[in-house]
């Protein structure tokens, strides 16, 4: 069965900085794309950051600047640098990732991490 498990969340004060890892888990071909949302009470889930195999990287303009997606493909995992942290980036935030098995991608989710910036 193939998971995907965050962790790194917690709570920290403004201008402080975090950082989240995802490992995947189980047994899979090989991992596509990976990315991190968030989520907000009361709000709908964000894309934050994309990183392709290659290493390509895009982020939402809210995040730009501040967050840094990176990835092992070795070890099959996807981190989050999280600087400069603002209350507005309060969340959960959720590991993604397109992973090939039985020769077709799937989308598989984390269980979500907390994040809360205190002002």
């Known amino acids: 069965q193939v998971r995907l498990v965050e962790s790194g969340g917690g709570l920290v004060q403004a201008g402080g900085a975090l950082r989240l890892s995802c490992a995947a888990s189980g047994s899979f071909f090989s991992i596509d794309a990976m990315r991190w949302y968030r989520q907000a009470p009361g709000k709908q889930r964000d894309l934050v950051a994309t990183i392709s195999t290659s290493g390509s990287a895009n982020y939402a303009d809210s995040v730009k600047g501040r967050f840094t997606i990176s990835r092992d493909n070795a070890k099959n995992t996807v981190s989050l640098q999280m600087n400069s942290l603002k209350p507005e980036d309060t969340a959960v935030y959720y590991c993604?990732?397109?992973?090939?098995?039985?020769?077709?991608?799937?989308?598989?989710w984390g269980q979500g991490t907390q994040v809360t910036v205190s002002s």
């Open positions: 993604n990732a397109d992973i090939r098995n039985f020769g077709r991608y799937q989308d598989y």
